[in-house]
């Protein structure tokens, strides 16, 4: 059974940085993608970032290219995502979800399984 579990939200003040955590179970990443998203109220959920786990490729939405980087740590079974220069439209719930497949999409739809989010709030 797959299982995700989000971690490490919470709020920061513009400019500073968060590491979000993707706890994974019941699958091996090496044959899914992991993908981050984000959903502000009132707006659709949009991908954030995405990681191949057979490959290692990445993909990111412009708004976040340069600030924001997904990784992986195998021991752990655990993907993250590090946010850097956080400015307030990154404020949002954070979710994570897993597709079985190599390939990193930012298009949720393609997504099967998802975690429960986490609360991202960036104000001064």
């Known amino acids: 059974q797959v299982q995700l579990v989000e971690s490490g939200g919470g709020l920061v003040q513009p400019g500073r940085s968060l590491r979000l955590s993707c706890a994974a179970s019941g699958f091996n990443l090496d044959y899914y993608a992991i993908g981050w998203f984000r959903q502000a109220p009132g707006k659709e959920r949009e991908g954030v970032s995405a990681?191949?786990?057979?490959?290692?490729?990445?993909n990111y939405a412009d708004s976040v290219k340069g600030r924001f980087t997904i990784s992986r740590d195998n021991a752990k079974n655990t993907v993250y995502l590090q946010m850097n220069s956080l400015k307030p439209e990154d404020t949002a719930v954070y979710y994570c979800?897993?597709?079985?497949?190599?390939?990193?999409?930012?298009?949720?739809?393609?997504?099967?399984?998802w975690g429960q989010g986490t609360q991202v709030t960036v104000s001064s």
């Open positions: 990681l191949s786990g057979s490959d290692g490729s990445t």
């Open positions: 979800a897993a597709r079985p497949g190599w390939e990193a999409l930012l298009l949720p739809a393609w997504y099967d399984d």
